[in-house]
């Protein structure tokens, strides 16, 4: 069977809360062209991995922790609201990190797809600036002109505790997640 996979850093309860305070008052903003997503599927993408047969989950679960194992757990600052992606037209609300957060995630990022290239899995890497958020809601594409400007600054702040398999199921209501396999960061 193929499942649907990424590797993510999911966010704790108390910083899924904060960010839920913060952004009840924005929905008032925005019409009921924009699909608000549940907080059970905010999460941190660090790599995507399409779709891949069983056979392939022993391979991603040991890649996982060999990468958790070399890295001290990650700040992760979440800092501002902003339209993604970042060029052309907008598609998403996202929660976007520092620059400090994504040098820290890119190298970790990079040897977890290198790994896994190295032991045969196959999955669509890119090659752009890593740039990690957080997708709050979805739209259909809308100029910025259009959208409500936003000047929302959030700093919030977590220590990552480990990178996590993710399944994506794909229903007409979106997509929803279920961790199938964590490996932790070293916490020093």
């Known amino acids: 069977m193929k499942r649907r996979l990424f590797v993510a850093i999911n966010l704790p309860d108390e910083i899924k809360t904060a960010i839920s305070r913060k952004i ?36 991603i679960i040991d890649a996982i922790k060999d990468v958790a194992d070399k890295f001290v757990a990650p700040d992760i600052d979440i800092t501002n609201l902003e ?56 739209f259909s594409q809308v100029s910025r002109k259009e959208l409500p400007e936003l000047d929302e600054k959030l700093g919030l702040s977590f220590v990552a505790n480990g990178l996590e398999i993710m399944e994506s ?5 979106g997509a929803e997640y279920d961790s199938l396999s964590k490996a932790s960061f070293d916490l020093l």
Request: avoid cysteine; charge should be positive.
């Open 24 to 59: 009840d008052r924005l929905q008032s903003l925005f019409g009921e062209q924009v699909r608000f997503l549940s907080s059970s599927s905010w999460h941190i993408t660090m790599s995507f991995l399409a779709y891949q047969e069983d056979e392939a989950l022993p391979t």
């Open 83 to 138: 339209y993604g992606p970042q060029s052309g037209l907008a598609r998403m609300l996202w929660l976007t990190t520092n620059s400090h957060t994504a040098e820290q995630l890119g190298p970790i990022k990079k040897q977890l797809e290198n790994l896994l290239i190295d032991r045969g899995l196959k999955f669509p890497r890119t090659f752009k600036s890593f740039h990690p958020h957080i997708t709050l809601a979805k």
């Open 169 to 173: 199921t794909l229903k007409r209501s």
